[in-house]
């Protein structure tokens, strides 16, 4: 048996003790995780914050495979054959690190937009503080992860010796390369551009009600380069960043959420329009819908057989106004055809001739009938 030991390479020995080395930290970072992460789940359940609970989420991997690495990064130079496999590791070291860096910057930038989505609520009313803040969360979170992707991919390229070198070769034709790519992706690159300016000015917010290529919806998803309108039929149009802004388009909550709706009316020109301003306001009065700012009718128009009234009202955000004003037109009409039909339109013709004329006709009239039968 001593034999058979003596005839074992030391590379098979140092391998396997760099092994058994790496296998006793693996296991030895998963309990010291799992330790800290069962006392922080339990704080986390005495806390009625929902940051708590997202810190968790976000972070529970990326944090085991950084504490694994760190003590496996600790145990191996230590040990007496750490010298000869340090190059080795050194190389898997420049790849992985930077990878596990990234992850934990992608997963604390998840966990700040999380935060900031919780504490804004736009399901509120009057949300325009929390969709400006998701908004501007959002699209900012897209631009740091695409920033940490690719500052994380060029790390790992640049711990490997043979890209290092091939990359400095091609610095060289950079700008050629650059100005035929630049060229190539002019549409891209503006939408991108386009995406970050709209993280400040800010023409849009998530949840804005917007009519825009002649329909009427809700932004839903801003991303980078195109963003995403929810219309009222639950369809999505897909339209491109930088036409927010190049080109004009409605914004109805771009100040508020609150709204001002119309509902026109046609009546005789005789109608009592004081009554009906009445019977209005008792009406929108009743409404859920209306938030008390706004309630009026007003002559608009005047024509020889209608005249045009204007009902005014405000809600507290684009459906409720949508509703109100359905609901005032449905009760204004129910009011006139039950209990005002003289307000009704009505056609008015004039019979123009010679006084007797029209008494002459009608005994034409009878006379002929009677020769007929």
């Known amino acids: 048996m001593k034999d058979v030991l003596e005839r074992i390479p030391d590379w098979a020995e140092n391998t396997a003790a760099t092994a058994l080395v790496i296998i006793i ?22 806390s009625r914050n929902r940051i708590d609970d997202i810190v968790i989420l976000r972070l529970n991997r990326p944090v085991r495979w950084s504490l694994i690495v760190l003590i496996i990064a600790v145990a191996v130079p230590i040990t007496p054959f750490g010298r000869i496999s340090a190059p080795i590791l050194s190389q ?56 940490i992707i690719f500052l994380t991919i060029c790390m790992m390229l640049l711990s490997i010796p043979g890209v290092r ?22 549409p891209a690159l503006k939408n991108l551009i386009a995406g970050i300016q709209m993280a ?47 080109d004009a388009f409605q914004n109805w909550t771009r100040q508020s959420s609150a709204l001002l709706g119309t509902a026109f009316l046609y009546v005789d020109p005789t109608a009592n329009v004081a009554k009906l301003r009445t019977q209005l306001r008792s009406i929108v009065e009743a ?21 045009e009234l204007r009902a005014l ?32 339109p009505r056609r008015r013709n004039e019979i123009v001739g010679r006084p007797g004329e029209w008494s002459e006709m009608q005994g034409a009239t009878t006379r002929y009938g009677s020769s007929q039968s």
């Not at 325009?128 to 959002?138: F, I, P, V």
């Not at 359905?326 to 009011?335: D, N």
């Open 165 to 186: 070198s091939i990359g400095v070769t091609l610095m060289a034709s950079a700008g050629l390369a650059g100005l035929a790519v630049g060229a190539a992706a002019q």
């Open 287 to 307: 409404n859920e819908n209306w938030d008390g700012r706004v309630v009026g009718l007003q002559v608009t128009d005047v024509t020889p057989d209608v005249m």
């Open 313 to 344: 009202v405000s809600a507290a955000d684009a459906g409720s106004a949508f509703d109100l004003r359905c609901e005032v037109r449905e009760a204004m009409m129910a009011y006139l055809g039950q209990e005002a039909v003289s307000s009704l």
């Open 92 to 147: 898997v070291a420049g790849f992985v690190v930077p990878l596990l860096f990234g992850w934990l910057a992608l997963g604390l930038l998840n966990v700040l937009r999380d935060a900031i989505e919780a504490r804004a609520d736009i399901t509120a009313s009057n949300n325009l503080a929390a969709r400006r803040q998701r908004t501007r969360a959002g699209i900012l979170t897209r631009i740091g992860s695409f920033l």
């Open 200 to 246: 400040f000015s800010e023409p849009i917010r998530i949840d804005d009600v917007v009519i825009i290529e002649g329909e009427w919806g809700r932004i839903e998803e801003i991303r980078l380069t195109y963003v995403v309108v929810r219309i009222w039929d639950d369809r999505r149009l897909i339209v491109p960043v930088s036409k927010f802004l190049e």
């Open 25 to 46: 930290s693996v296991t030895l970072g998963l309990c010291i995780h799992k330790l800290i992460w069962k006392i922080v789940r339990r704080f986390a359940r005495g």
